[in-house]
Nanobody, 125 residues
Framework: QVHMVESGGGLVQAGASLRLSCVASGRTFSSLTMGWFRQAPGKERTFVAA????????YYADSVKGRFTISGDNAKRTVYLQMNSLKPEDTAVYYC??????????????????WGQGTQVTVSS
């Protein structure tokens, strides 16, 4: 079992930056694929970014490419999501997710076994 805790959300103005963190415990962190998803009110949970902790490959949704950066620190068992040039449409609850297998669609919520409780990000115009 893996326990995951997000932090770093908040209320910011458009154009600002935030960094989300997710600490994972309970399983070899380096073997996980870690992802960030977000869910706006009344909408489905959607993929934002993912990183293969073993190897470091990263993947992004088109809507955040060039603005968001996902990174991991295996020693700290932490994955980060650096969010720059935030827009009001980025407002959502952001969830950290972990998958124990390297095989599968990293952009699908069904690929992930473990989820955090979410952290709210609100971007005002």
């Amino acid at each position: 079992q893996v326990h995951m805790v997000e932090s770093g959300g908040g209320l910011v103005q458009a154009g600002a930056s935030l960094r989300l963190s997710c600490v994972a415990s309970g399983r070899t962190f380096s073997s996980l694929t870690m992802g960030w998803f977000r869910q706006a009110p009344g909408k489905e949970r959607t993929f934002v970014a993912a990183i293969r902790n073993s190897g470091g490959s990263t993947y992004y949704a088109d809507s955040v490419k060039g603005r968001f950066t996902i990174s991991g620190d295996n020693a700290k068992r932490t994955v980060y999501l650096q969010m720059n040039s935030l827009k009001p449409e980025d407002t959502a609850v952001y969830y950290c997710a972990g998958a124990g297998s390297i095989f599968g669609d990293y952009s699908s919520i069904n690929y992930y076994n473990y989820w955090g409780q979410g952290t709210q990000v609100t971007v005002s115009s």
